[in-house]
């Protein structure tokens, strides 16, 4: 008995046909779903990040998902920011000048003196003291010899800043937590409250050293020794006396015309208080509060800077400075920060053991003066 083939063989096929005709369409939207993928992610990329920040680079990403949430180094061995030999990792560009800009924005020294950035842990520059000798002649008269300038060199003491801000496994875990601003407000407030006070009043010993730290002269700039700083006294032995308003008007003219140009007064917020309630003999106040968000106070027209490791007023204390910062008090910093991940330490919680090396010193001692507590 023959067997009917052509039904068997008709249904063979139309089920051949659909199974081809469902893997092209599962192929398709496939196809179709890579493309919105790429077209996702392209917008993504041109569209720009509600802060206004660009989009963090391959290495960011690598050194935040990679070394700070998850520890693993070896994602960060082709990054030519690692440092793993050191003892840390060098944290990318983008979170150094995301660190840099928060301490600027905190640190009140660091806001107007000199900054250099260096590529190693010593810095030095030379500085003439007397002026470079010149002279004035004719067209075609003979140029006699001038006098050899004198030069002074400045090697800012300098010494390891470090900070060891700490985060829970959990935090870290958490895809929501901003791990890299997180950890560029802690080291920035960390390194600022540590750098703040040697500015001021560093030793110099493993540290830079303050501008209140070395010797003072009632001296003026002819007769005073490079390198000290002038003070004008108060006129009274325990406090800012009675006619404060006028010595400080001297302090702003001992001063050269030259460096008052971008000068700023330095003091703490108890003497600021004091300073405030000072009126001149019509009854306007010295003090000017900044009429611009944004715009610092000013003191007989100069932006006052509130350093809080600055003395209290007090006899034989330096409560108040004035001067250009930006040519008197130099800042050298080697300008990448190692980070070191220590998650053994103090479990559960993950440190973060930021290191960088900073230096700073008096650049030039005309250009800041300061107010003595003295009779």
Not at 104 to 131: D, F
Not at 252 to 278: D, F, Y
């Amino acid at each position: 008995m023959d067997t009917p083939t052509e039904p068997l063989d008709a249904s063979f096929d139309l089920v051949t046909r659909q199974d081809a005709t469902e893997q092209a369409v599962e192929a398709l939207r496939g196809d179709v779903d890579e493309v919105k993928s790429r077209l996702d992610r392209v917008s993504r990329a041109a569209r720009p990040a509600l802060d206004g920040s660009a989009a963090p680079s391959l290495e960011v990403k690598g050194f935040v998902e990679g070394y700070l949430r998850r520890g693993r180094e070896t994602e960060l061995k082709s990054l030519s920011s690692a440092s793993g030999t050191e003892g840390g990792y060098t944290v990318p560009q983008e979170i150094d000048a995301l660190i840099a800009a928060r301490l600027k924005s905190i640190s009140p020294i660091r806001s107007i003196a000199q900054v250099v950035q260096t590529g190693s842990a010593g810095y030095r520059k030379l500085i003439t003291t007397g002026g470079t000798a010149s002279g004035w002649v004719s067209e075609t008269a003979a140029r006699p010899e001038t006098a050899t300038p004198e030069f002074a060199e400045i090697a800012p003491p300098s010494g390891e800043l470090y900070a060891n801000p700490a985060a829970s496994q959990a935090m870290l875990d958490d895809a929501m937590f901003d791990v890299q601003s997180w950890l560029a407000d802690e080291i920035a407030m960390e390194f600022a409250r540590a750098e703040g006070a040697a500015f001021v009043n560093g030793s110099g010993t493993n540290q830079p050293k303050g501008f209140l730290t070395g010797a003072t002269s009632a001296a003026d700039d002819a007769a005073r020794a490079f390198g000290t700083l002038q003070h004008i006294v108060s006129g009274e032995a325990a406090g800012l006396g009675s006619t404060i308003e006028l010595v400080l008007i001297d302090l702003v003219h001992a001063l050269k015309a030259g460096h008052r140009q971008g000068a700023s007064w330095v003091m703490n917020s108890a003497t600021l208080a004091e300073v405030r309630k000072l009126k001149t003999s019509d009854g306007a106040f010295l003090w000017q509060p900044g009429l611009v968000d944004g715009q610092p106070d000013r003191l007989l027209g100069y932006p006052v800077a509130e350093a809080e490791d600055m003395p209290d007023v007090a006899a034989d204390a330096c409560p108040i400075a004035f001067g250009n910062f930006r040519a008197g008090y130099l800042i050298a910093e080697r300008s990448a920060t190692a980070i070191l991940r220590d998650p053994f330490t103090n479990k559960p919680f993950v440190h973060f053991y930021a290191t960088k090396r900073i230096g700073g010193q008096v650049l030039d001692s005309d250009a800041i003066k300061l107010l003595k507590i003295a009779a």
